[in-house]
């Protein structure tokens, strides 16, 4: 079981090793797609790897916004409520599901000395793991966890709730 799964686009992947390879070295086990097998059901792989993960950083690009792929890895952490954005490039947008959730803008993948949003990042991935970044213990220590969760739904018929989330403020909406 990995502390950190993370989603991706494959035009972003020599950066997503860069951050995989900081990630593990602040003492984080991590999974991403260079890791499936020359035989595996890469789809079954990555779903079971996925589920078991503490957590899904998921890399928005002006490449994964695009991607079935990564669209379909970033609902389900979201479902699971253990999906933690980032991006590189200050002008991405996520989806449209995804945008009630603060994303962590990182301008580089080393995590050596963190800006405040990196912090952030890496104070999430301390609090849905369990375990804080090896060296930054104190810089992380007493951030609370936001959530991992947009409070987005699938609708169907019939009663459902609508969560919606603004920095401290939430508010529920009941419809039938």
Known sequence: MSDIFISYAREDAARVRDLALEFERLG????????IGTS??????IERELDSASCVVVVWSRSSVKSRWVRAEAGAADDQGKLIPVTFEPDVLPPLRFRQLNVARLSSTSLQHPTEQALSLLAEISSATGKPPRG????????????????????????WRLTAKYLWTKANYEFE
């Open 136 to 159: 930054l213990e104190s810089h992380v220590a007493g951030r609370k966890r936001a959530g991992g969760r947009s409070g987005a739904r699938t609708v169907t018929a019939g009663k």
């Open 28 to 35: 984080w086990a991590v999974w991403y797609d260079r890791n």
């Open 40 to 45: 595996a059901e890469f789809d079954l792989e």
